[in-house]
């Protein structure tokens, strides 16, 4: 039995993950309350054995529910059954389901027949002809579109109270000949599966490269994916399901970690700036971050806007920061037809990816395509999906009026 069976499926309703997993505790070989850690874990709870254990009594007595489930193929025409998970998110069901007389064909009905959770989805569109009819139950051919529920909330109005409530950080400029550009690009963080601890000898590196000189500007893109998932049940920004962290903390970590950064960088430099780059993990709690932080720090100059690429230019330097997951095949081909105006003068092109968890670079007739490493722990999905960089290290660079000077590998 592999580890994938004790996890929770991709279409999967909690409901029945947790008849799944306590119907095959021996095929599983495992104990109920080994059981009950997986469910406690993957509902974010800490529930006794005994209360998973008496729900699933209850779930069993609950006849027309596990009638529906446990249709043996006998009794159902041949019917060509399909899934889909789509770019966006959405998920696809086209399948036969049964509904009783008694029971409503309404949403809940609907959505636990295909296997989701109504707590966890919402219903996009459904199209539901009979397909077999007898005297106590229909046979429905169904096909739905459903959704991961997103927790919504009025960012503004969370700012607005941030401004009374956040202690803001005013340095007091002293007037000082910096010189240089310093780029701190830190990507694939994933806050979460990583915290505080594990990135404070990075920080402390990171503290003193800062402090080792006065600078005319300092570059901060924040993002690429700094933390792990986009909500509190596990979701990616697409609604994949990957594994879950305590977010609550992860964002506090995050926060902290740029708090020193931006304190820092501000004493030691001319100009800070701060170009929000959103990930594929996290594009709507890492804007949150952003947006705080920049009522916390207001002589940081902030770009927090949505736009999956940023242009960012000093004297004879011009430096484009996304994050990798959409188009990086074709941008270096295209930065002169959407950026030509900003860069034709310029003597340094740089493009800085992150995404893929590994280092590489490419010279392509004067612009640099640079894929940024990680110093992040490879997380379970990454490792199933390759990526996997060989060592484990961030990046920052050092640039002159129109080159690039130095290269720290932190």
């Known amino acids: 039995m592999t580890s994938y069976d004790l996890k929770r499926k991709e279409i999967e309703s909690f409901k029945d993950y947790h008849i799944r997993l306590y119907t095959n505790l021996d095929n599983y070989d495992i104990s109920s309350d080994e059981a009950t850690i997986l469910l406690n874990k993957e509902y974010g709870s800490n529930y006794s054995e005994s209360k998973w254990r008496k729900d699933y009594g209850q779930y069993l007595?609950?006849?027309?529910?596990?009638?529906?489930?446990?249709?043996?193929?006998?009794?159902?025409?041949?019917?060509?059954?399909?899934?889909?998970?789509?770019?966006?998110?959405?998920?696809?069901?086209?399948?036969?389901?049964?509904?009783?007389?008694?029971d409503k064909l309404d949403n809940k009905t609907i959505l636990e027949a295909h296997g989701f959770d109504i707590n966890e989805f919402d219903l996009v569109n459904a199209k539901n002809s009979i397909w077999n009819q007898s005297i106590d139950k229909t046979l429905y051919s169904s096909k739905i579109t459903v959704?991961?529920?997103?927790?919504?909330?009025?960012?503004?109005?969370?700012?607005?109270?941030?401004?009374?409530?956040?202690?803001?950080?005013v340095i007091n400029k002293?007037?000082?000949?910096?010189?240089?550009?310093?780029?701190?690009?830190?990507?694939?963080?994933?806050?979460?599966?990583?915290?505080?601890?594990?990135?404070?000898?990075?920080?402390?590196?990171?503290?003193?490269?800062?402090?080792?000189?006065?600078?005319?500007?300092?570059?901060?893109?924040?993002?690429?994916?700094?933390?792990?998932?986009?909500?509190?049940?596990?979701?990616?920004?697409?609604?994949?399901?990957?594994?879950?962290?305590?977010?609550?903390?992860?964002w506090t970590d995050a926060f902290t970690f740029y708090s020193y950064?931006?304190?820092?960088?501000?004493?030691?430099?001319?100009?800070?700036?701060?170009?929000?780059?959103?990930?594929?993990?996290?594009?709507?709690?890492?804007?949150?971050?952003?947006?705080a932080l920049e009522v916390k720090f207001p002589q940081v100059k902030f770009d927090a806007s949505i736009e999956n690429k940023k242009m960012f230019t000093w004297k004879d330097?011009?430096?484009l920061s996304l994050h990798g997951d959409k188009g990086s095949n074709r941008i270096s081909k295209t930065i002169y037809k959407e950026?030509?105006?900003?860069?034709?003068?310029?003597?340094?092109?740089?493009?800085?990816?992150?995404?893929?968890?590994?280092?590489?670079?490419?010279?392509?007739?004067g612009v640099v395509f640079r894929t940024l490493p990680t110093k992040a722990k490879t997380d379970e999905w990454h490792r199933e999906e390759s990526f996997v960089g060989a060592g484990k290290y961030f990046s920052l660079f050092e640039y002159k009026s129109d080159l690039l000077k130095t290269i720290h590998n932190i």
């Open 339 to 365: 950026y030509g105006k900003i860069i034709a003068d310029k003597k340094v092109v740089e493009i800085h990816s992150g995404h893929l968890h590994f280092s590489q670079s490419k010279d392509d007739f």
């Open 61 to 102: 007595n609950w006849k027309d529910y596990i009638e529906s489930k446990l249709i043996g193929n006998n009794d159902l025409p041949s019917y060509k059954q399909t899934n889909e998970i789509k770019g966006d998110g959405t998920h696809s069901s086209d399948k036969l389901i049964r509904i009783n007389e008694n």
């Open 174 to 250: 002293i007037d000082f000949k910096g010189e240089n550009l310093l780029e701190i690009p830190l990507v694939d963080m994933h806050f979460g599966i990583n915290d505080l601890e594990y990135y404070s000898e990075t920080l402390n590196e990171i503290l003193e490269l800062i402090e080792s000189k006065k600078w005319d500007t300092i570059y901060i893109p924040i993002g690429n994916d700094l933390l792990h998932h986009d909500d509190f049940k596990g979701h990616t920004s697409n609604g994949t399901a990957i594994e879950k962290v305590d977010i609550e903390n992860a």
């Open 317 to 319: 330097v011009a430096i």
């Open 261 to 291: 950064i931006y304190e820092a960088s501000l004493k030691n430099s001319n100009n800070v700036v701060s170009d929000y780059v959103c990930g594929n993990h996290d594009k709507v709690m890492t804007y949150g971050l952003v947006r």
């Open 147 to 169: 959704k991961p529920k997103s927790v919504k909330f009025d960012i503004e109005n969370v700012l607005s109270q941030l401004q009374d409530k956040v202690k803001k950080v």
